[in-house]
Nanobody
Framework: QVQLVESGGGLVQAGGSLRLSCAASGRTFSSYSMGWFRQAPGKEREFVAVISWNAGRTLYADSVKGRFTISRDNAKNTVYLQMNSLKPEDTAVYSC?????????????????WGQGTQVTVSS
């Protein structure tokens, strides 16, 4: 079992930055790929970014490419999402997820463990 706890969300003005963190329990964190997803009110959950188990590969949604950066520190069992140039349309609950497959996947079904999420609100 893996438990995931997100932090770092909040209220920021458009153009600002936030860094989300996701702390994972368990000894096998370094073997999992880690993804970030978001869900805005009234919308389906959507893929944001993923990093492979060894940080060798990353994948981003087109809507965040060039603005968001995913990274991980396996020594700290933590994955990060640096969000720059935030827009009001980035407002959502952001959740991290772990996949035992280890690769870079954008499909929700590829993930085995989920955090509760952290709210990000971007004001115009």
């Amino acid at each position: 079992q893996v438990q995931l706890v997100e932090s770092g969300g909040g209220l920021v003005q458009a153009g600002g930055s936030l860094r989300l963190s996701c702390a994972a329990s368990g000894r096998t964190f370094s073997s999992y790929s880690m993804g970030w997803f978001r869900q805005a009110p009234g919308k389906e959950r959507e893929f944001v970014a993923v990093i492979s188990w060894n940080a060798g590969r990353t994948l981003y949604a087109d809507s965040v490419k060039g603005r968001f950066t995913i990274s991980r520190d396996n020594a700290k069992n933590t994955v990060y999402l640096q969000m720059n140039s935030l827009k009001p349309e980035d407002t959502a609950v952001y959740s991290c997820a772990a996949s035992v497959l280890g690769g870079t996947y954008s499909r929700i079904a590829s993930y085995d463990y989920w955090g509760q999420g952290t709210q990000v609100t971007v004001s115009s």
